[in-house]
């Protein structure tokens, strides 16, 4: 049975983590030169310090169990998980991920008191040295769970991993430790294999983990792209491509609100552009407050907003037009010289479709036009009397 059981090659392995790992700490550094990201130069210098650990596995039949093949090589394979804990620590805003080093300086020097005191020992040292690996990625897992937000898949996959290494190396270990008992050759065969089986299967996991943080980079990436695109700057509300995005997908009936900050040019030129800007601020504050979480509401341009109300009649859409009109008739903004700036501002409304959207804007704004000229500091509907 034992002679139909596939053998992994160990060899072949070797060199396959080691241009894996090189390969990849490379992009990673390529990574980091782009964008700048101490998070990708960790990992990047974590990928190669495991490279070179298994470089020196590699180098065992040449040189023999030296101080770089075995104590060196070992060292530098866990420092692999240090640097992966310090680059989530630093990728999340984490402070000092140096204590990522602290926690892992216990496992290193137990590592390295064990690989020189039993240096020709090989099965000694692959049970320490998979069991601290296995303790140290449980530890990454749990610190995962407890500081960071799995709901990125990047770091479901960071846990998960993680999880299956700790327990591939603590399988490892096992099987480190049944063989060291004194078997007889036929029986460590089998196990043998295994071992090179449960090494295998925390390469693969390695190498899977690795690309986690180019995923969480991109999608992070991709998500403030979009945020750019559809959020005005000043106000942090939709911006006018946006809202009218979102507007035309509304279905049934609405109401629409048109704002405008009334004399909001003379706020600049008497008080300053900057006091313009915070009026802005305060402004987008107030509507947000004002309105539902259905709600919508985006910047048009300059001082004017536009309000979308969903399934609302012209009756209540004017009473939360009159409530954003009297809050705003109540709010001031301080200048840069000390004057305290009042506030006011003309709403036009109108009611209709979902799909009349564009219609509805401008109705409104000709609604508002006509509050401007009743005095402004009021609230108009379309279709009202003069």
């Known amino acids: 049975m034992h002679d139909q059981l596939f053998v992994p090659d160990l060899r072949t392995i070797l060199v396959m983590t080691i241009f894996v790992f090189a390969t990849q700490g490379f992009f990673l550094w390529q990574l980091y030169r782009i964008k700048r990201r101490p998070a990708f130069a960790l990992l990047a210098w974590g990928c190669g310090a495991f490279?070179?650990?298994?470089?020196?596995?590699?180098?065992?039949?040449?040189?023999?169990?030296?101080?770089?093949?075995?104590?060196?090589?070992?060292?530098?394979?866990?420092?692999?998980?240090v640097f992966l804990l310090a680059t989530l620590m630093q990728c999340h805003g984490i402070k000092r991920p140096i204590r990522?080093?602290?926690?892992?300086?216990?496992?290193?020097?137990?590592?390295?008191?064990?690989?020189?005191?039993?240096?020709?020992?090989?099965?000694?040292?692959?049970?320490?040295?998979?069991?601290?690996?296995?303790?140290?990625?449980?530890?990454?897992?749990?610190?995962?769970v407890r500081n960071l937000p799995l709901g990125e898949l990047s770091l479901r996959m960071t846990l998960?991993?993680?999880?299956?290494?700790?327990?591939?190396?603590?399988?490892?270990?096992?099987?480190?430790?049944v063989m060291m008992h004194n078997l007889a050759p036929a029986q460590a065969a089998p196990l043998a294999v295994w071992l090179s089986y449960t090494l295998l299967i925390a390469l693969f996991c390695l190498s899977a983990q690795i690309y986690g943080l180019p995923l969480q980079e991109f999608t992070r990436s991709e998500q403030t792209l979009r945020h750019l695109a559809s959020v005005d700057p000043l106000t942090e509300v939709q911006n006018r491509r946006a809202f009218f995005e979102q507007a035309n997908a509304i279905q049934g009936p609405v109401s629409v609100l048109m704002l405008?900050?009334?004399?909001?040019?003379?706020?600049?030129?008497r008080f300053g552009h900057a006091t313009g800007d915070r009026a802005i601020?305060?402004?987008?504050?107030?509507?947000?407050?004002?309105?539902?979480?259905?709600?919508?509401?985006g910047?048009?341009?300059?001082?004017?907003?536009?309000?979308?109300?969903?399934?609302?009649?012209?009756?209540?859409?004017?009473?939360?037009?009159?409530r954003i009109r009297s809050a705003c008739e109540a709010e001031t903004v301080l200048s840069d010289n000390g004057f305290r700036v009042r506030l006011t501002v003309s709403i036009g409304v109108a009611e209709g479709d979902g799909h009349q959207i564009d219609a509805l804007l401008k109705q409104a704004d000709l609604a508002l036009y006509q509050a401007k000229e009743n005095?402004?500091?009021?609230?108009a509907w379309a279709g009202q009397e003069a």
């Open 51 to 81: 490279s070179l650990g298994f470089l020196g596995y590699f180098l065992r039949p040449l040189l023999g169990m030296t101080l770089f093949t075995v104590s060196v090589a070992n060292l530098l394979i866990l420092a692999y998980p």
């Open 100 to 144: 990522a080093l602290y926690w892992g300086l216990p496992g290193l020097l137990a590592l390295g008191l064990v690989t020189l005191t039993h240096m020709q020992d090989g099965l000694m040292v692959v049970l320490v040295a998979s069991a601290i690996n296995g303790a140290y990625y449980l530890f990454i897992a749990a610190y995962a």
């Open 160 to 177: 998960v991993s993680n999880l299956a290494l700790a327990v591939t190396l603590f399988g490892r270990a096992g099987v480190a430790w």
């Open 260 to 269: 405008d900050i009334d004399r909001f040019k003379t706020i600049n030129d």
């Open 281 to 297: 601020v305060v402004f987008a504050q107030l509507l947000r407050d004002a309105l539902r979480h259905d709600d919508l509401l």
């Open 299 to 322: 910047r048009m341009g300059g001082e004017e907003f536009a309000i979308v109300l969903p399934g609302v009649a012209r009756d209540r859409a004017t009473e939360v037009a009159e």
């Open 375 to 379: 005095g402004r500091n009021q609230v």
